[in-house]
C-alpha cells in the first residue's frame, strides 16, 4: 500500500493561497523567489522522492507555464534545471472535468477523485504526493491522507484557500518531524494515527 502526502506552503494563519489565489507571500518555487536555496532543493529532493504526484486543476495550471520549460529558459540556475528536470521525469495524475490534455509524463483523470485516489493507493510503489485544496480537501474527508507536511512561512495572509478543509470527524495525529529554515519558514510533518 502507498502512503499518501499532502504537503504545501501555508502561512502562518493557514492558508495555501492568499484571496484571489495569491501566492505572492510564499516566495513561490520560481527563479525569482525569495524563498531561500535551501527550502528550494527540500522541495526538489520531495519532487525527486514522490512515487506519483496527484495534482488538482488549479495547482496543475499553475505549474505548466513554467516547469515543463524551465531548465531550458535562460539564466536558469543549476537548481532550477534539476528542479524541472526531476519535476518533467516524475509520474503525475491531474484530476480535472475540465483540463482538455496533459503532457509531461501525466495522465488525466475525469472521473471520481476518490475512487482513483483509493485505487491508486491501494498499488505498489513509491510515496503518492497531493497538491491542491479541493483535491487535498477531497482525499482528507475520505481519510485517504497519511501524512501532512506543512511548510509554514511567517506571514498573516488574512483570508484565501486553507490548508485544512472542514471535517466531519477528528484526526488525530502524530508529529515525526520539525526543521526550521532561513527567513524564519519552518517545516512540520505529522502522520496520521490510524
Known sequence: MRKLIFGMNASLDGYIAATGDDLGWSGGEGPDS??????????????DATGLALYGRKLWEAMIPYWPTADEQPGA???VIEFARRWRDMPKVVFSSTTGTVDWNTRLVT?????????L???DGGPMDIGGATLAAAAMRAGLIDEYVIVT?????????PFFTALDNWVNLNLVETRAFPGGVVLTR?????
Do not use: M, N
Request: hydrophobic share 30%; glycine share 12%; proline share 5%.
Open 153 to 161: 512561512h511567517p506571514v498573516l495572509v488574512g483570508g484565501g484557500t
Open 77 to 79: 540556475t543549476p537548481a
Open 34 to 47: 525569495s524563498s531561500s536555496d535551501e527550502l528550494f532543493q527540500w522541495w526538489s529532493d520531495r519532487v
Open 121 to 123: 493507493k491501494a498499488g
Open 190 to 194: 505529522y502522520e496520521t494515527r490510524r
Open 111 to 119: 472521473g471520481d477523485a476518490v475512487t482513483e485516489i483509493t485505487r
